[in-house]
């Protein structure tokens, strides 16, 4: 029992003095320095005066209640800085870049960090962008805009010697500061680099345009070099061509002109053969036409020209029999002409005798019917005469006979001509009736009776005192019988 | 510190503030550097030893070769 306790007891103890262990045991993590602070201490390195221990990778005892133990990161920190400056010419420029620092690593640095930042270690990177604004101001100030952008050792020589010092004392160093951009609010950058992009441009177009040329002198001479060797290629072609078909042509041709060389050969053999037979029919011919024909021609010959000999002999023989029979017709027609025409005038003669004789005859008859005929057309006349004569006398002692006779013979042509003055009227309106007509005629016909009127007036004047020179123009026929009554 | 060297990242020269980085404490830190003579600039790149140390971070340096 008391072993157990006893053992209780010593187990306890163990874990007392472990866990008083464990609180007073601290151990520095790599990246963190502890500050001991709260008793004297012996720190290696440094001098009188500090007052606190620094320890950094590895354990301490501390005290607790006694000593104060606090832990100073030395971790990176990073400020951003954005400054407004003014460059050496004057211009404006805001420049932007990153400064990453850190606290030393010597326990010099960081007792100056742990003095100034232990309780303040977030406003670390604030404080620093402070140090730097100020400092970049006056380092941009030195500089000109090519020294920045051309010059950069000397930016980091200069920020280098105006922090260096100002960082040394806040046991800071900067591990890398860079300048990211810098703003160029009037242009100056661009416009500093026009002439060199535009020198670059127009060499960058030279070179372009010098390498375009090339580039097409050798495709134009590609090009031609390309057709030249296609027209090599399709000469050549052609040339295989034309011989194939040469060849090919032969081949064709090398049958049908065998064959037409055997029958070339045949139709001289053939020819040879009709030339042969025609000569041995020609040597026929002459042996059994032209020997036979010859002797007849020369039989017919010699009889031709025998008959023609006789024929000639004849003809000679019936010319001259010819002759002496024309001669003795003419002497036989001769003598039958003559008694012809004595004939004829004997007959000739008798002839006009008797003519004459019928002629005289004849006019003899009528002489003596014209006589005859003569004095009854004188009988005639004379008869009519009288006649004449008698009515003249008729009309000389009654006038009114006669013409009421005339009047009587020719009064139908008088009506007909009274009644002709209607003949032209197309319409006529008579206003009173069947009595107007016949007045109308009656009126019509008075002009006939008026004429009577005065065909007896002119007689009358005639009877009384007759005068030669004036004609009546009503009664021609009155006026042409009146000499006839004088005589 | 004194008689480490380091390499120029900052062209150290009279009237500048240089800068050189020093392998130290297990890693390398950068510290400002001033020339210990007078005349003549260190450019970048060079390997200079450090020859004054004041402290924080303040350190003197000359080539480490003469040429």
């Not at chain 1, 008391?2 to 990246?31: D, H, Q, S, T, Y």
């Not at chain 1, 030195?142 to 040394?168: H, N, W």
């Not at chain 1, 008088?414 to 319409?427: D, L, P, Q, R």
């Not at chain 1, 009776?449 to 007759?466: D, E, F, I, K, N």
Request: aromatic share 4%; glycine share 10%; charged share 20%.
């Amino acid at each position: 029992m008391a072993i157990g306790v006893v053992a209780g007891i010593v187990l306890a103890a163990i874990v007392a003095l472990i866990g008083l262990f464990k609180l007073m045991w601290r151990v520095a993590e790599p990246n963190e320095a502890l500050v001991i602070s709260g008793s004297t201490h012996k720190t290696e390195g440094l001098g009188q005066g500090m007052g606190f221990r620094i320890v950094t990778g590895r354990g301490t005892l501390v005290l607790p209640g006694v000593q104060a133990v606090r832990k100073l990161s030395l971790d990176l920190n990073e400020t951003q800085l954005s400054v407004d400056c003014v460059t050496h010419q004057g211009i404006p420029l805001r420049v932007k870049g990153v400064v990453i620092f850190k606290v030393g690593d010597d326990l010099v640095s960081i007792a100056n960090a742990a003095r100034r930042f232990l309780d303040q270690q977030k406003m670390m990177p604030e404080r620093v962008h402070i140090v730097f604004a100020g400092h970049l101001r006056s380092i941009v100030g030195g500089l000109t805009v090519e020294d920045m952008i051309r010059d950069r050792e000397k930016l980091t020589g200069q920020t280098r010697m105006a922090c260096g010092t100002e960082m040394e004392k806040l046991g800071l160093i900067v591990d890398s500061l860079q300048i990211h951009e810098i703003e160029d609010p009037t242009g100056y950058i661009k416009n500093l680099a026009m002439p060199h992009a535009a020198a670059v441009q127009r060499d960058a177009r030279i070179a372009q345009a010098e390498a375009n040329r090339l580039a097409t002198e050798a495709e134009q001479a590609a090009f031609a070099r390309m057709a030249e060797a296609t027209r090599d290629s399709e000469i050549l072609q052609a040339g295989y061509q034309a011989e194939r078909d040469k060849a090919a042509a032969t081949a064709r041709q090398a049958g049908p002109l065998s064959e037409a060389a055997a029958r070339q050969e045949v139709v001289v053999q053939e020819t040879r053969v009709a030339e042969l037979e025609a000569h041995r029919r020609e040597q026929q011919l002459q042996a059994d036409v032209r020997k036979p024909a010859d002797a007849a021609a020369y039989e017919t010959r010699t009889r031709a020209e025998a008959e023609r000999d006789a024929r000639i002999s004849a003809a000679q023989a019936k010319a001259r029999e010819t002759e002496l029979a024309a001669a003795a017709e003419a002497t036989r027609v001769t003598t039958a002409a003559t008694a012809d025409a004595q004939a004829v005038e004997a007959r000739g003669i008798a002839s006009a005798k008797a003519t004459r004789a019928t002629g005289e005859a004849e006019a003899a008859a009528t002489q003596a019917r014209g006589l005859a005929e003569a004095e009854s057309a004188k009988a005639r006349g004379l008869a009519e005469a009288e006649a004449i004569k008698a009515r003249a006398a008729a009309l000389a002692e009654n006038q009114e006979a006669v013409v009421a006779q005339q009047l009587a013979e020719n009064w139908p042509a008088i009506v007909e001509a009274g009644a002709g003055a209607f003949g032209n009227v197309e319409h006529m309106v008579l206003l009173n009736g069947a009595e107007g007509m016949s007045e109308m005629f009656a009126k019509a016909l008075t002009m006939g009776g008026t004429g009577l009127g005065v065909a007896r007036q002119l007689l009358a004047s005639m009877g009384q005192a007759p005068a030669p020179g004036t004609p009546s123009p009503t009664t021609p026929p009155v006026n042409g019988r009146i000499p006839i009554h004088e005589e | 510190m004194v008689g480490m060297t380091g390499r120029v990242t900052g062209t150290v020269g009279p009237g500048l503030v240089g800068e050189v980085i020093v392998r130290i404490r297990g890693g390398a830190e950068h510290f400002l550097a001033h020339p210990v003579h007078g005349t003549g600039r260190i450019p970048v790149g060079t390997v200079v030893t450090v020859v004054e140390y004041l402290p924080p971070r303040t350190v003197y340096v000359m080539a480490a070769y003469d040429n």
